[in-house]
């Protein structure tokens, strides 16, 4: 066998060894990107999914809300999966499927050194989330990690009681992590750490008791 046929072999071998389990990886990545259980059977992250990725998340966790973050992407056009052609809104996904879509598009974070000032955004996630009618709910945005993070973080210290410093590790562990992606990220932090949970007579009823939908 000529040597550079044996050449060829190798790299069509080598390419099926590493490509084959790659884009296993990739597909399974893309169709629930970053999902994970928040609160069982109340609270739901991630990234942007695939449309047959919505589909299995409303039918696993039985979602009754999204809210979509992506301000510059307000009802993404989805591909039904990994590599596929965009052919389906995000709102007509939970239009078939029974699900309430929420767009939130106001900037998650106040104007700069302003971090004692709630931005509108919290006020219109709150409204979301004091509704017993939107559980469960899934929230994300593009990646699953900034915008996604920071309002899971209000949520933890709004209707869970946890305390800022827990949020605030929940958050690094969940994707926002202690090295600085760009210059706003100790700013994002200390939004955080400032947070002010409303009276817990207000949100005390917010959320469904066990068993309930």
Not at 14 to 32: C, K, M, N, Q, S
Not at 43 to 71: C, D, P, W
Not at 177 to 185: C, F, K, L, T
């Amino acid at each position: 066998m000529p040597a550079w046929l044996r050449w060829v072999l190798g790299v069509v071998v080598v390419a099926i060894i590493v490509g084959g389990p790659f884009a296993l990886y990739r597909a399974d990545y893309a169709h629930a990107k970053r999902l994970r259980e928040v609160t069982p059977g109340r609270f739901y992250r991630s990234g942007q999914m695939t449309a047959a990725g919505f589909r299995e998340a409303f039918e696993k966790y039985h979602i009754k809300s999204v809210i979509n973050l992506q301000h510059e992407n307000p009802d993404p056009l989805v591909p039904e999966n990994w590599l596929g052609k965009p052919t389906i809104t995000e709102s007509q996904v939970c239009k078939d499927n029974g699900v309430k879509y929420f767009l939130l598009t106001p900037d998650i974070l106040p104007e700069p050194n302003s971090v004692d000032k709630e931005p509108p955004v919290v006020e219109a996630f709150r409204k979301i989330l004091d509704d017993p009618s939107n559980y469960p709910v899934l929230i994300h945005c593009k990646a699953g990690l900034h915008r996604t993070g920071r309002l899971t973080a209000i949520y933890r210290m709004e209707y869970e009681d946890w305390s800022h410093a827990a949020a605030v590790r929940e958050l690094r562990a969940n994707g926002f992590g202690y090295s600085a992606v760009h210059d706003g990220d100790p700013y994002v932090v200390q939004f955080v750490q400032n947070y002010k949970p409303r009276p817990k007579p207000m949100t005390q009823a917010a959320l469904p008791k066990e068993g309930e939908e």
